[in-house]
């Protein structure tokens, strides 16, 4: 049993930061990796960063690309996603997910999300 427990979110303004965390435990399997996915009211959810385990292969969507950067502490199974300059579209729940690098798309994996509010 995965069990992936999220850390961080909160409320906002404008041009300010926040940080999620994500901790995996469990038996995670081999290529490891994680993302972070997000969904707005009335929106589909969308995978906005990922990285793989071990390598540190780094995704992110062109919408957060430059302003989001995703890491993992060095030998455990744990990442972060620093977000900066947030806009008010950013506003949503944000779910980490965890599964082979393979089903990364469609992961097996999810935490219970976190609310990031963005105010303008």
């Known amino acids: 049993q995965v069990q992936l427990v999220e850390s961080g979110g909160g409320s906002v303004q404008a041009g300010g930061s926040l940080t999620l965390s994500c901790a995996a435990s469990?038996?995670?399997?081999?290529?490891?990796?994680m993302a972070w996915f997000r969904q707005a009211p009335g929106s589909e959810r969308e995978g906005v960063a990922g990285?793989?385990?071990?390598?540190?292969?780094?995704y992110y969507s062109d919408s957060v690309k430059g302003r989001f950067t995703i890491s993992h502490e060095k030998g455990k199974k744990s990442v972060r996603l620093q977000m900066n300059s947030l806009k008010p579209e950013d506003t949503a729940i944000y779910y980490c997910?965890?599964?082979?690098?393979?089903?990364?798309?469609?992961?097996?994996?999810w935490g219970q999300g976190v609310q990031v509010n963005v105010s303008s």
């Open positions: 990285i793989y385990i071990g390598p540190g292969n780094t």
């Open positions: 997910a965890a599964d082979s690098c393979a089903r990364i798309a469609t992961p097996k994996h």
């Open positions: 469990g038996d995670t399997g081999s290529q490891l990796c």
